[in-house]
Every structure is written in structure tokens, then in C-alpha cells.
């Protein structure tokens, strides 16, 4: 364990947590939209800069990636910070302009418009790589990633055709901070739009009907070694199976009456 001051508040913290972790669970609020729990820390967004101090020297750190040091000063809210801050949503109006949560924190630092060119006003991304680490580091796929350079750097499939690898998952979608990447759910297929990708939808071999997209079953049956006809997860069949249980559960209480 280890005691740290953040805002003037003395704390005990753990040594394994970071400066973002122990503000969020006193309640101090940091914006980070590059961050995700289930993710390592990446520093992409520096929007959770900090002002940290420590063994006299001061250094304005991303809080998301910053290791508790017992003796550790911190202060989320100074003058420098919030400057900081703004300067970087002038950048992500430019680059996310109708981004609900960019504007949304744009006017609670008081930042109305921005000096830099817009990019696309159709375009949603900051670039977070949220989507990307979910993709390979939780779900183990490859479908997305990183491509080119500077003003020209992407989120895209490999060579920007087809996403050959994707399972239709949903996990990129559902970690985008600014609602970039969004999933539609058709009865022959999932649609993300960002990438114009169908993932074809699996159908149930007793309904069917379709339950889930075909490339994550097959991976889910690769996985556990069985064909993928055997994996279904169908709620319809799954809803009828309950009822009929249920439906036999209550003729066996009203035989035994």
C-alpha cells in the first residue's frame, strides 16, 4: 500500500493502481476516452494530464498510465491542466466535430469553437485505438488496425478491403467513446458502417431463424472443438426451451397435487 494526496485529500492506494484508477473511485472526476478497464492503459487521448509531484519535482503526467508512488502529490484541476485540457478539444472538435461527448466536453471547459480546420464533418474518430486493442488484445483478432501516418493515419482492415477476420462481436463498437464506429443488426447480417462490412448472421439449425454472425460461431466452435452446427445459442429456441420446461414443471406439481 501506499498514501498519496490527490486534490489536498491524503489516500491509501494500492501500488498496482494508477493515478486515473484511484481518482475514479474517490469520485474525482478526470476525462479519459482513451481509457477502458478491461484494456491496459494506452495515453492516447491525454486528456487525463495531471500535475504530479513527487520527491519535490513536478510533472504534468496522463493519469491513466501513472503508477501510485507512496508520498505522491496530485491535482487534477489547476489553472495549467485545464488549459491543457482545452487546447486538446479545440484539436478533437476539429478532428470529431459531432461527436456528442466531444461537445459535451468542449462546453464544460468553456471551449466553443475550434481554430483548426475540420477535417470531415462526417467523421468521428480521435483515434483512441480503443477499438483497435479491443480487437487484438481481448477478442484475439486482427480485424482492425492502425494504417499510415501523420494527418493520414486510419483505423482500417488490413489493406482496407474486407474484414475477413471479424466476428461480428460488437466490442469495437461498443469501447468507441464518440459513437464512430456503430453496428446494425439485419436479419441476414451485422453492418458496421464505418468499414460499409456484412458479417453474414448465423441460422439456427431447428428455428431457423438467425441468432448470432457465422464468423464468431465458427471461431467459438474452433475453439471448443466441435462443429459449428452443434453451438447454438438460438434465444428463440432457447425462450422455448424454457417455456416448455417451465410448462412441464407445473404439470408435474399439479400431477402431484
Request: hydrophobic letters at 40%; aromatic letters at 6%; proline letters at 6%.
Amino acid at each position: 500500500m501506499a498514501y498519496i494526496t490527490i486534490n489536498g485529500q491524503k489516500v491509501r492506494a494500492r501500488k498496482e493502481e494508477t493515478v486515473l484508477q484511484v481518482a475514479r473511485r474517490l469520485g474525482i472526476d478526470i476525462p479519459a476516452l482513451c481509457y477502458h478497464p478491461a484494456l491496459e492503459p494506452y495515453a492516447a487521448c491525454r486528456l487525463c494530464l495531471v500535475e504530479a509531484t513527487l520527491n519535490g519535482r513536478t510533472r504534468v503526467v496522463a493519469s491513466c498510465a501513472y503508477p501510485i508512488r507512496d508520498g505522491l502529490v496530485v491535482e487534477t484541476d489547476t489553472e495549467q491542466i485545464h488549459q491543457l485540457r482545452r487546447n486538446l478539444l479545440k484539436l478533437y472538435l476539429a478532428q470529431a466535430p459531432n461527436a456528442e461527448v466531444i461537445q459535451q466536453l468542449a462546453a464544460e471547459y468553456g471551449v466553443t469553437a475550434t481554430p483548426y480546420p475540420i477535417r470531415d464533418p462526417e467523421e468521428n474518430c480521435i483515434l483512441c485505438g480503443l477499438c483497435e486493442r479491443v480487437c487484438q488484445k481481448v477478442r484475439g483478432e486482427a480485424a482492425i488496425s492502425f494504417a499510415y501516418r501523420g494527418i493520414n493515419r486510419q483505423v482500417t482492415p488490413p489493406f482496407e478491403e474486407d474484414l475477413d477476420d471479424c466476428l461480428g462481436c460488437g466490442a469495437c463498437a461498443f469501447v468507441c467513446p464518440t459513437g464512430a464506429i456503430t453496428e446494425r443488426y439485419k436479419a441476414e447480417a451485422v453492418t458496421l458502417d464505418k468499414w460499409g462490412a456484412e458479417i453474414p448472421m448465423a441460422r439456427c439449425q431447428v428455428c431457423g431463424k438467425p441468432f448470432a454472425p457465422a464468423s464468431g460461431i465458427e471461431h467459438a466452435a474452433a475453439e471448443l472443438g466441435i462443429d459449428s452446427d452443434e453451438l447454438c445459442i438460438c434465444p428463440h429456441c432457447r425462450q422455448l426451451a424454457h417455456s416448455q420446461a417451465l410448462s412441464k414443471l407445473e404439470a408435474g406439481r399439479s400431477t402431484a397435487r
